[in-house]
């Protein structure tokens, strides 16, 4: 009796490992590029057995193979769009990095972004380093990894989800990033208004002044100080709203 259910369990695990797996892989924290490969998927499988007692009751397994295929598919796509929709609110860093730099005068000032591999600028690569640092100390990997389980109550498993869920899920969470950049780059975007329209006042009254020599230290300088000054802030306002993201899987 036992050997017999051998089979059975296996392929739930399999279709359980689909969603975990896919979601470790792009979890914010956990699923970093810089992180080994190994370990990912060794995190990914334990996870898979603590959850594997609870999904088991709702999945129920197709009596041929092509059904099978299909619950696969559909726990692959499941775990793809709550993980690329995470992904979108982690890129809010980048974006808000770039917008920082290009406000401050180092938008040519570039690295490799350890999480992508691209070139981006050096501020966006320092953010998101940061915001990947607080996740980790914060704990909120461990909100990540109780969104994961309670995904199976948000979204039971036995098909694909609906294309207008999907849509308006992604839809929601790009603009959630993007709003997000806007907010956490809002200081520097005031300093740089304000900072050009000093210049540019200036220029006026001191035609003979080089201003272009004069901008671009006073620039870097000031947009430093406001850096130390509002970092703080602007980590606790991603941190808030990245949680909130991943606790609308929770159910809270």
Request: net charge neutral; with cysteine.
């Amino acid at each position: 009796m036992q050997i017999a259910i051998l089979p059975e369990i296996s392929a739930v695990f399999v279709l359980v490992f689909a969603r975990v797996g896919t979601l470790v892989m792009l979890m914010p924290g956990i699923g970093e590029r810089f992180i080994f490969s190994r370990a990912r998927l060794s995190l990914a499988f334990f996870v898979a057995l603590v959850v594997l007692p609870m999904a088991r009751p709702l999945l129920r397994l197709p009596p041929d193979v092509s059904g099978v295929v299909a619950l696969l598919l559909g726990e692959v796509l499941i775990g793809l769009v709550i993980g690329v929709c995470a992904r979108f609110v982690m890129a809010s860093l980048q974006t808000a990095g770039t917008l920082v730099a290009q406000t401050m005068g180092l938008g040519f000032a570039t690295t490799i972004d350890p999480t992508g591999g691209q070139q981006n600028p050096s501020i966006g690569n320092l953010l998101t380093m940061l915001g990947i640092t607080l996740v980790l100390t914060s704990d909120l990997h461990h909100v990540a990894i109780v969104a994961i389980h309670e995904s199976y109550r948000v979204l039971p498993p036995g098909g694909s989800p609906e294309l207008g869920d999907v849509m308006a899920l992604a839809v929601r969470a790009a603009s959630q990033g993007f709003s997000l950049a806007v907010q956490i780059s809002a200081p520097f975007i005031i300093f740089g208004l304000l900072f050009n329209l000093g210049l540019g006042v200036l220029a006026r009254m001191m035609p003979q002044l080089q201003v272009f020599f004069l901008a671009i230290p006073a620039s870097i300088f000031g947009g430093m100080f406001v850096l130390l000054a509002v970092v703080g802030v602007m980590m606790s306002v991603f941190l808030n709203d990245l949680g909130g993201f991943l606790r609308q899987f929770t159910g809270n």
